[in-house]
């Protein structure tokens, strides 16, 4: 799958500005798996494993 490598996602692109960071996920602009739901909800770490934590309202889905 594109922009999935092993366990991670992969975004391509600039980095969002951390002086104007896009609303919600800062990712979304050049995440090829954002939804209207990451435009809307801020991102907060969620534990994603033994030891591991990940920041994504799709956590689970992807
Ligand atoms: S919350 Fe997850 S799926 Fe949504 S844009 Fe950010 S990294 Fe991509």
Not at 8 to 21: A, K, N
């Amino acid at each position: 799958m594109r922009g999935v490598e092993r366990d991670s996602l992969v975004v391509r692109g600039e980095p969002p500005s951390p002086i104007d960071s896009p609303a919600g996920c800062p990712f979304h602009p050049r995440c090829p798996f954002a939804q209207e739901k990451c435009r809307a909800f801020d991102v907060r770490l969620l534990p994603a494993g033994p030891q591991r934590e990940a920041a994504c309202v799709r956590l689970g889905e992807i």
